[in-house]
């Protein structure tokens, strides 16, 4: 007996690693503590024990490139997901420097079609990965007797975090960070991305 598993509804995270990730992020990095020179207290949202710089860089020319990538990587994937065509794909974006100790708590973004993350500079393996928890909110009632993941079984599954890496996922995807247990920063660009057609219906 032959038996074939069809995925329906699955939750993606597309991930993309910059050809000239060296160079590109070299200049970010500069770009990035200078931010926080700025505004040490920065923001505190779901970052514990890490700075975050407001939502900014869309409206920043030193992150115009970066801003540029955030969309192209965004219009990709709605492309591939079959969106309408001609939208406008709007974002905002923001700096994290994690110092060993730093995490982020189990969040979501409300609001917004796409999610990411772009690693800058970081120790691996021991900076702390992104993690993502099983949308299925209603498989949460039943643990599965196994004690291997599967796409299937798993409840968590973690990314490991890459200089020059972006991970792309949907805003309503559940995720955190790790501890940072390196002995450096972790420093990264988190967006947020809405497309919208560029006629909005007027109430
Ligand atoms: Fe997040």
Redesign the pocket.
Same mark, same amino acid.
């Given at each position: 007996m032959e038996i074939k598993p069809q995925a329906l509804f699955p939750s993606y995270v597309w991930s993309t690693l910059f050809n000239d990730r060296k160079e590109f992020n070299s200049n970010l990095l500069k770009h990035c503590y200078a931010l926080r020179d700025k505004d040490p207290v920065g923001v505190r949202k #779901?970052n514990g024990n890490g700075w975050q710089s407001d939502s900014i860089l869309q409206n920043l020319d030193e992150f115009k490139d970066m801003n540029l990538r955030i969309i192209q990587m965004c219009q990709a994937i709605g492309h591939s997901q079959l969106f309408e065509p001609n939208l406008i794909y709007r974002h905002q974006a923001w700096v994290n420097i994690s110092p060993p100790g730093a995490y982020?708590k189990v %969040?979501? %973004?409300a609001n917004c079609h796409f #999610?990411g993350?772009y690693y800058i500079s970081l120790k691996a393996p021991d900076c702390g990965s992104i993690y993502f928890r099983d949308p299925r909110v209603v498989s949460r009632m039943l643990t599965l007797p196994t004690n291997q993941q599967t796409d299937f079984t798993s409840e968590e599954v973690h990314m490991p975090p890459e200089e020059g890496r972006a991970y792309v996922f949907p805003g309503w995807l559940e %995720?955190g960070v790790e501890v940072n247990n390196s002995d450096q920063d972790r420093i990264s660009i988190?967006f947020n991305v809405f497309a919208a057609s560029a006629v909005s219906p007027v109430g």
């Amino acid at each position: 007996m032959e038996i074939k598993p069809q995925a329906l509804f699955p939750s993606y995270v597309w991930s993309t690693l910059f050809n000239d990730r060296k160079e590109f992020n070299s200049n970010l990095l500069k770009h990035c503590y200078a931010l926080r020179d700025k505004d040490p207290v920065g923001v505190r949202k #779901s970052n514990g024990n890490g700075w975050q710089s407001d939502s900014i860089l869309q409206n920043l020319d030193e992150f115009k490139d970066m801003n540029l990538r955030i969309i192209q990587m965004c219009q990709a994937i709605g492309h591939s997901q079959l969106f309408e065509p001609n939208l406008i794909y709007r974002h905002q974006a923001w700096v994290n420097i994690s110092p060993p100790g730093a995490y982020n708590k189990v %969040h979501y %973004h409300a609001n917004c079609h796409f #999610s990411g993350v772009y690693y800058i500079s970081l120790k691996a393996p021991d900076c702390g990965s992104i993690y993502f928890r099983d949308p299925r909110v209603v498989s949460r009632m039943l643990t599965l007797p196994t004690n291997q993941q599967t796409d299937f079984t798993s409840e968590e599954v973690h990314m490991p975090p890459e200089e020059g890496r972006a991970y792309v996922f949907p805003g309503w995807l559940e %995720h955190g960070v790790e501890v940072n247990n390196s002995d450096q920063d972790r420093i990264s660009i988190s967006f947020n991305v809405f497309a919208a057609s560029a006629v909005s219906p007027v109430g």
